[in-house]
C-alpha cells in the first residue's frame, strides 16, 4: 500500500482536498455499500483509513460514525493494514474531536496491529496519536511514542513524520491567531471550507 502521506502533504494539498470533496458522494456510496451484508468491508476500511481529508474539510463527525460501523462490521475484523490503518484514523479523528478515551481505546489495538502487519504509515499515525493522547495525561508519557514515531520516520526516509513530531498538540486546533501560522498548503485547502 502507498503511504498516502507522501502524496497529500505539500503544495497540492489543496488540490487534492478539492478532488476528493467532488467524490464526496461517491465514498459515501462505497461505505454504505461496504456495509452491506455480502459486500467488501475492507473497501471502506481503505476510504477512512486517511483521516486529513476528513478533518481538513470538516467532516470528522461523519468519518468517526462510518468508522465505528466499519470497524465492529464483521467482514473488517481481520488483522491487515486497512484495519489497522482505519483504527489509527478512528484513533486521529476522536483525539482532534476531544474525545480523548476513543483515541486512547483506538490506538491501544491499532499500535500493535499496524506493527504485526508491518505498515509504516499505520504505525506511525498511531504512534503519533498514542503520544498526543498521553500528552493530555502525562506529559513524560507521551515522549516515548513520539521518539518512536519519530525514528521510525526517520528510517523510512518519512519527512512527514519527523515534521510532526516537532508539531504542537493537535488539539489546539484553529484557535484565534493561528490560522495564519499553518503552512500555506493547508490554509488553501482549508479555506474554502473552514467555519468561522
Known amino acids: 500500500m502507498t503511504r498516502p502521506e507522501t502524496v497529500w502533504f505539500g503544495p497540492r494539498m489543496a488540490n487534492w482536498a478539492d478532488q476528493l470533496e467532488a467524490e464526496l458522494p461517491n465514498l459515501r456510496a462505497a461505505l454504505a455499500w461496504s456495509l452491506e451484508p455480502r459486500a467488501d468491508a475492507t473497501v471502506g476500511l481503505d476510504v477512512l483509513s486517511f483521516p486529513y481529508f476528513w478533518d481538513l474539510r470538516g467532516h470528522f463527525g461523519e468519518a468517526r460514525d462510518w468508522q465505528a460501523r466499519l470497524l465492529a462490521a464483521p467482514g473488517a475484523r481481520a488483522p491487515t493494514v486497512g484495519r489497522a490503518r482505519c483504527l489509527a484514523s478512528a484513533a486521529y479523528l476522536a ?100 467555519q468561522s
Open 95 to 194: 483525539l482532534m474531536a476531544g474525545d480523548h478515551i476513543a483515541a486512547l481505546t483506538q490506538v491501544q489495538e491499532a499500535v500493535p496491529l499496524a506493527r504485526a502487519v508491518q505498515d509504516v504509515s499505520g504505525t506511525w499515525l498511531a504512534l503519533t496519536v498514542l503520544g498526543h493522547t498521553l500528552r493530555h495525561v502525562d506529559a513524560a508519557a507521551a515522549e516515548p511514542p513520539h521518539r518512536e514515531a519519530y525514528d521510525l520516520a526517520r528510517e523510512a526516509g518519512y519527512p512527514v513524520g519527523m515534521v510532526a513530531r516537532m508539531a504542537p498538540n493537535p488539539g489546539l486546533r484553529h484557535r484565534a491567531g493561528t490560522w495564519h501560522s499553518r503552512p500555506a498548503s493547508v490554509r488553501s485547502a482549508e479555506r474554502p471550507h473552514r
